[in-house]
């Protein structure tokens, strides 16, 4: 049984090491010091296509990887916040295997908020592929935040 209601708040930001996604680390982490929130700050990963050929990955390419993976996470959480005993609020950086917006809809279940930052790719192209942002705008089980990067307006 769950403990939500004694629980804090929980808000699950997507992070990819891009300035937009560092933007929104920013934002869910100035929300949660306001709501005595957490951050759940994930990145997904997929094992790159160049390994889908006649054999599958290794174990150690598989966890070379995700340590790079990892370092993308932890490098973005400090470029976007600065060192971690300074942050007042709790971060709980999260890799995981999988495509980004099954992996932030997953993830966004019983949280407060779902942000994503948003490259500022619009128009048709958008409106044809999807993004991970829109995608997670239709689908995710909470309200989404989506922050525009720097250089693209209020």
Known sequence: MSNEATSPPRIVVGVDGSEPSKAALRWA????????????AIIAWDSPTAWYGLAPPSDKDQADFQEQVRKILDRAIDEALGPGPGRQVDLRPISVH???????????AGAQLLVVGSR???GFREALLGSVGQ????HAPCPVVVIRGSGQGA
């Not at 999988?98 to 809809?105: D, E, M, R, T």
């Open 135 to 138: 995608h997670c705008v239709h």
């Open 98 to 108: 999988g495509h980004p917006a099954a992996v932030l809809i997953d993830a966004a």
């Open 29 to 40: 982490v100035g929300q949660a010091k306001l709501i005595g929130g957490v951050v759940d």
């Open 120 to 122: 500022g790719h619009g």
